[in-house]
């Protein structure tokens, strides 16, 4: 498919409306909404945004989790030249006060409650204290409303800015924030060309056309829904069905009524989908292609029990756009299980050893740096982290280590921070949680080190069993033992309810590891 000739996300979307007219961009409950229709509301959003003196280059805030009223509001403030800042719909009251001051935003769209978080009543306290005095304008949105956004204001023009009032293809699209090693998020930056570019890209692995129906069950807030699945939906006139919140036995329904032929998961995702009462393959028999992250067995998880045969392996940060790697979706499934696939269109990949920053060769194992479609900075007070985040010559330092494979692939090995020492021998937790994973009475696996005195670190495992499986420490050790050497077999395994995981389904390895070393701690007293 030909990319899209636009090069901001507003006229993106005006683009595609001309293109793709009625056929349906997004589903999302009971709703659909054509080309067309976005665009036209869009537009509406974006009237009223400039009657409100908001200008090229102000920040808006959104609070909304998926639905449609999120790309409202995105594609109307990209065709009014601001900036989107997205908030999670899991913040707390703290880290809302702080996300307010540090982001600089002018106005902020938000839902008036979201699951147990009463935001409504958060704001109005937050603003009351007089902190934000740039923060001029709050639209709530009701979280029990099916009604377009801004439906009840006045009528205002259509926007027609003059050369130079609206937004650019280098200007800033959206800012998401992204957890790391710092006591706070870190401000991320993304332009409009880059997420159009890079998405197309990512879509064209896929093998996107506009008969895909893409199930978001993941946030947009987060780069892997806004940057990576909207773009690469969108720029190939594909739909969008929207989950507002993720359920097991929900998004099976979803993938069932509305036909749909690719999903964005998660090894918790998947597992949670076939792990479900409700889950049987002809469920899902319309999927086809797709995302995920993980380890060999739950890309073969993906493809063989959820049905996505053609499902792809990623690579990829916040800070590039998403994803960097994605494995082609034609290629053999053994092939994308055991790779994240070669680097997309205009993005450049080097390994580097850890002392000396030399690049390595392939086979050999060292951080990867990445360039191309990155960030530009950080921005707000994570700026400082920047000049550490970048090289001078433009690579950004993911912190993750991998190597090159003989065919140009890239294989990921874990964060640094996640890497084990046992033994003077760096252990990947992702290569023990695939070894666990292919154990059939184990659902999903999370493995992290615990400090000890002769080793440097041994290994703990958890699991969480299927429905209706019973394994023991035993059969676990002993199911190692065959697939793994020596090494790589876990000194500990605890079998629990649950794995601790965030909202958009990934390991929470920091407080995996504070239960393992409390586990530990237990053990020697």
């Not at 349906?24 to 909404?33: K, N, Y």
């Not at 090693?181 to 890209?201: A, C, D, Q, T, W």
Request: aromatic share 6%; proline share 6%; net charge negative.
């Amino acid at each position: 498919m030909k990319p899209p000739f636009s090069r901001t996300l507003g006229e993106l979307i005006v683009e595609q409306a001309e293109r793709y007219g009625s056929h349906p961009a997004v589903i999302s409950d009971q709703r659909t909404l054509s080309y067309a229709d976005l665009a036209q509301r869009a537009g509406h959003v974006a009237s009223v945004m400039r009657a409100r003196g908001i200008r090229r280059g102000d920040r808006v805030g959104l609070l909304v989790n998926n639905r449609p009223e999120w790309l409202e509001a995105f594609f109307g403030a990209s065709m009014a030249g601001a900036v989107v800042v997205a908030f999670s719909t899991w913040s707390t009251r703290d880290e809302l006060e702080w996300l307010l001051g540090d982001s600089g935003i002018r106005m902020l769209i938000s839902l008036d409650r979201f699951m147990d978080h009463d935001f409504a009543a958060d704001l109005k306290s937050l603003i009351a204290e007089g902190r934000y005095p740039g923060l001029r304008d709050v639209e709530l949105v009701r979280h029990d409303s099916a009604t377009s956004l801004f439906a009840d204001a006045a009528p205002a023009p259509l926007v027609r800015l003059a050369p130079g009032e609206g937004a650019s293809a280098t200007d800033d699209a959206i800012v998401i924030y992204t957890s790391g090693s710092s006591s706070r998020p870190k401000s991320v930056p993304l332009s409009h060309y880059g997420i159009i570019e890079n998405g197309f890209n990512i879509g064209e692995r896929q093998g996107y056309g506009p008969n895909d129906r893409v199930l978001l069950a993941p946030p947009l807030f987060w780069s892997y829904g806004s940057a990576n699945a909207m773009s690469a939906a969108l720029t190939h006139g594909a739909t969008l069905v929207l989950q507002g919140r993720f359920e097991a036995g929900e998004a099976i329904s979803l993938i069932e009524r509305h036909g749909c032929t690719a999903l964005y998961t998660l090894p918790a995702i998947t597992s949670a989908i076939v792990s479900h009462p409700t889950f049987k393959p002809e469920r899902t028999r319309t999927l086809r292609t797709g995302l995920t992250i993980g380890a060999p067995q739950d890309i073969l998880t993906a493809a063989n029990v959820l049905g996505a045969t053609e499902i792809c392996n990623v690579y990829g940060q916040t800070e590039s756009y998403g994803n960097c790697c994605v494995t082609p979706h034609d290629w053999p499934l053994e092939r994308r299980a055991e790779c994240q696939g070669p680097p997309l269109p205009g993005v450049e990949i080097r390994i580097v050893d850890a002392t000396t920053g030399a690049t390595l060769p392939a086979g050999e194992e060292g951080l990867i740096e990445v360039r191309g479609y990155v960030m530009r900075a950080y921005i707000g007070s994570s700026a400082d982290q920047t000049a550490a985040a970048l090289t001078d010559d433009g690579f950004f330092r993911t912190g993750d280590m991998g190597r090159f494979r003989d065919d140009g692939t890239i294989s990921f090995s874990g964060r640094v921070t996640e890497m084990i020492k046992k033994g003077g021998i760096n252990i990947s937790p992702a290569e023990v949680e695939d070894v666990l994973m292919r154990h059939d009475a184990v659902a999903l696996a999370g493995v992290v080190g615990v400090p000890d005195r002769q080793q440097g670190e041994l290994l703990a495992a958890f699991i969480v069993a299927k429905p209706g499986m019973h394994p023991n420490r035993d059969d676990i050790i002993a199911h190692c033992r065959t697939l793994a050497s020596r090494y790589k077999v876990p000194d500990f395994v605890e079998i629990r309810e649950s794995l601790p995981v965030t909202v958009t389904g990934k390991l929470m390895r920091r407080e995996l590891k504070q239960i393992a070393a409390s586990l530990s701690q237990g053990r020697a007293s």
